[in-house]
């Protein structure tokens, strides 16, 4: 699956990215490779999609389609048919759309995403 070109050998860090987000207990960090987005999400202990990112998104679920990489904690996530996951450290992941989520435990969740960075928590 090819979803842009890459054109130019190049690397950017996180701890000073192109973006940044900060809904409640969420920081999103987002840098532009190209065609490409990559975002850093970091979400606190106590954090839920319904009370951080829904006042953003202004819809019912989230209707991101997230792929991406756990580096720590653990987010249970689940759909509106009542399929649930715990997406744990060292765990790649697919999301579809129509889901919600929250931090488990209390120990902040960091995910690398590379589908949803561009427009994630964004207005």
């Known amino acids: 699956m ?10 950017r860090s996180h701890d000073s990215p192109d973006e940044m987000r900060r809904p409640d207990k969420a920081t999103v960090e987002v840098n532009n490779l190209g065609d490409h987005s990559i975002g850093r999400l970091t979400f606190q202990p106590g954090w839920t999609w319904s009370s951080s990112i829904k006042p953003v998104a202004k819809t019912e679920h989230c209707e991101k389609t997230h792929v991406g990489y756990c580096v ?3 987010l249970e996530t689940w ?3 009542g399929t649930r996951i ?3 450290p060292g765990d790649s992941y697919t999301i579809p759309s129509g889901h919600d989520a929250k931090v488990v435990g209390d120990e902040p969740f960091i995910g690398i995403e590379f589908a949803s ?4 928590a964004k207005s």
Do not use: F
């Open 72 to 74: 720590s904690g653990k």
């Open 86 to 88: 715990t997406i744990k």
């Open 117 to 120: 960075a561009a427009t994630y």
């Open 79 to 81: 759909m509106t048919d």
């Open 2 to 11: 090819s979803t842009g070109t890459i054109s130019k050998l190049e690397a």
